[in-house]
């Protein structure tokens, strides 16, 4: 196994997980596609890439569910191996944005987030904070764009598993909080809903061994999982 093949079963497979471990499986997967066809797709690629066989894949992502072979990348690659803390601050998009403000302003932590619109104007606001953002497109998406040239532009990292000309799949978000929980070293629960990304961003990262801390919220908020988190210690 090499970084060549698994850089050419990223592109071929556009990324999904399961559909590379079948080939990996596969003894006879050069001959199946052909050294010519894995060298030349690898050689046309000329965007920046980590590999699980790379050393600068960080151990804490190799033990999380189903780990990225393959990790596409635009910004400081060495935001994933820095010893500053990671921490995933969650908040659903109905929460109290002051309180992410207070801890962007006071605090000195990689803030580690899904992508989104809405993110965009965090990372804006906050120049002078580092940030891993981990999107469910590739990079080259134009969806994602501005909140992407943020990130490169303040020094930050943006991450995906999913290779340029990826066809966006729902279930390209559950992996995408699946790489949340990995890198981070604790998740922050500011403010949470029981259908969001954010429950299960917190259930992998529980999976994966990370602190939980939550904010306590208003016991009448029935859809917050905050106070439940709180109770179940």
């Known amino acids: 196994l090499s970084k060549q093949i698994l850089l050419f079963l990223a592109i071929h497979h556009e990324g999904d997980w399961g559909k590379m471990l079948t080939d990996i499986r596969n003894k006879d997967m050069v001959n199946l596609y052909g050294e010519k066809t894995i060298l030349d797709t690898c050689n046309a690629y000329t965007g920046n890439f980590i590999t699980i066989l790379d050393k600068e894949y960080p151990e804490s992502i190799k033990r999380g569910l189903k780990p990225p072979f393959v990790l596409f990348y635009e910004g400081d690659i060495n935001l994933l191996t820095s010893e500053t803390p990671k921490v995933a601050v969650l908040n659903s998009r109905t ?95 500011v403010s949470s809903t029981k259908k969001g990304n954010q429950t299960v961003i917190v259930s992998m990262a529980l999976y994966n061994g990370k602190d939980i801390l939550v904010v306590p919220t208003n016991l009448d908020l029935e859809d917050s999982i905050n106070n439940e988190l709180l109770l179940d210690s």
């Not at 302003?105 to 990372?123: A, E, L, P």
């Not at 990079?139 to 490169?152: E, G, P, Y």
């Open 95 to 189: 929460g109290d944005k002051k309180i992410n403000d207070y801890l962007l302003d006071h605090t000195s932590f990689i803030n580690v987030m899904g992508g989104s619109v809405v993110d965009g104007d965090i990372i804006k606001d906050h120049k002078e904070n580092k940030y891993i953002v981990i999107f469910g497109e590739d990079l080259q998406n134009i969806n994602i764009k501005t909140v992407k040239n943020n990130v490169v532009k303040g020094k930050g990292l943006a991450l995906s598993q999913y290779p340029t000309g990826t066809i966006t799949n729902s279930h390209h978000y559950l992996s995408r909080c699946s790489t949340i929980a990995s890198v981070c070293d604790k998740v922050l629960v």
